[in-house]
C-alpha cells in the first residue's frame, strides 16, 4: 500500500483543515489507517485511527471533539477533519497503515506516507 497525505497549510487558531490520505493498492479496504503528528524537537504521537471498514474509530485525549477520522473505500481515501485548531497542533502529520485493527502506537503501523505540514498561527 502507497499512502499519500495531503491538505496541511496554514491557518488561524480556532480555524479548520481537512486532511487526506490517498491510499494505492486493490486492497485498501483491508486496512486501518491512522494519523500521527510530529512537532520539532517531539516524539511522533498518535492522532487518531479508524478500522478497515470504518466500525471503530481512536482519538488521542488532545484532540477528541475536534478532529473526526472517516474513510470512503471507494475512493481509496481516509479523512482528518481538524477543527477548533489550536497552536498547539503544529506539527507534520502523517498516515499509515496496518491490516484491519487500530492500534496507537507507531510501531504498529506498516505503511507510511509522506507528512504534510499543518501550521496553527496565534
Known amino acids: 500500500v502507497q499512502l499519500q497525505a495531503s491538505g496541511g497549510g496554514l491557518v488561524q487558531a480556532g480555524g479548520s483543515l481537512r486532511l487526506s490520505c490517498a491510499a494505492s493498492g486493490r486492497t485498501f479496504s483491508s486496512y486501518a489507517v491512522g494519523w500521527f503528528r510530529q512537532a520539532p524537537g517531539k516524539e511522533r504521537e498518535f492522532v487518531a485511527a479508524?478500522?478497515?471498514?470504518?466500525?471503530?474509530?481512536n482519538y488521542a485525549d488532545s484532540v477528541k471533539g475536534r478532529f473526526t477520522i472517516s474513510r470512503d473505500n471507494a475512493k481509496n481515501t481516509v479523512y482528518l477533519q481538524m477543527n477548533s485548531l489550536k497552536p498547539e497542533d503544529t506539527a507534520v502529520y502523517y498516515c499509515?497503515?496496518?491490516?484491519?485493527?487500530?492500534?496507537?502506537?507507531?510501531?504498529?503501523?506498516?505503511?507510511w506516507g509522506q507528512g504534510t505540514q499543518v501550521t496553527v498561527s496565534s
Open positions: 479508524i478500522s478497515w471498514n470504518g466500525d471503530s474509530t
Open positions: 499509515a497503515a496496518r491490516l484491519y485493527f487500530v492500534v496507537t502506537t507507531h510501531s504498529g503501523y506498516d505503511y
